[in-house]
């Protein structure tokens, strides 16, 4: 076993043996398919083999990132019962009128704003992004990867499969399967 999945196996531990004080996370989120399907997009990071409910619970006890999306996927009402005691992370904010499709991916998304009308299936995006309103909401399509330190701003649409490069600054529509870079952004590659 080498020394990542011996530090899971710890983590796991810790999160089995305060399960007590997640008890109201899993009972509200258990059955909520959005929630599970963000659990398997995360799945690889355990780097073992577990049911879905303990990666929940995995999760909920060691990412505070991944329990910002929870409460987001529970929704004001019911996450407003139970995040003050187990919050997510301040500086990761998901505006509670976003509608986001399922297997939502993160990766450390320290000073990461997330504003948009819609974001579809299978997004990812890392730290330092913005997606911001200016005479609108950007509307995200399916398989769309976001780099580091990307700004959308405005009432824009971004194509599905669409990977933008770190840096890009998007203020333009981007149409399906392209890649896009820069600042402002522009397209590079178009994908078949």
Not at 24 to 50: A, C, M, R, V, W
Not at 82 to 105: C, L, V
Not at 138 to 163: P, W
Request: with cysteine; aromatic share 10%; net charge positive.
């Amino acid at each position: 076993m080498n020394k990542r999945n011996i530090r899971n196996a710890i983590r796991l531990s810790g999160a089995i043996l305060f399960s007590w004080f997640y008890l109201p996370h899993l009972i509200l989120g258990g059955g909520n398919t959005l929630i599970i399907s963000d659990i398997k997009k995360l799945e690889y990071q355990i780097g073992f083999k577990l049911p879905k409910f303990l990666q929940l619970l995995y999760h909920l006890h060691t990412n505070r990132y991944y329990r910002t999306l929870f409460y987001h996927r529970l929704g004001p009402v019911k996450s407003a019962f139970i995040q003050w005691y187990r919050p997510g992370d301040r500086y990761f904010s998901i505006s509670a009128t976003t509608k986001i499709g399922e297997s939502m991916w993160i990766a450390h998304p320290y000073a990461t704003i997330i504003n948009a009308e819609s974001i579809g299936s299978n997004f990812s995006c890392i730290h330092c992004t913005t997606i911001g309103a200016h005479n609108g909401r950007a509307k995200i399509g399916d398989n769309v990867s976001l780099g580091a330190n990307v700004t959308i701003i405005g009432n824009i649409r971004i194509g599905n499969n669409v990977t933008i490069g770190a840096g890009s600054v998007v203020v333009k529509d981007l149409p399906d399967n392209c890649v896009a870079v820069g600042n402002p952004a522009r397209i590079v590659k178009m994908l078949n």
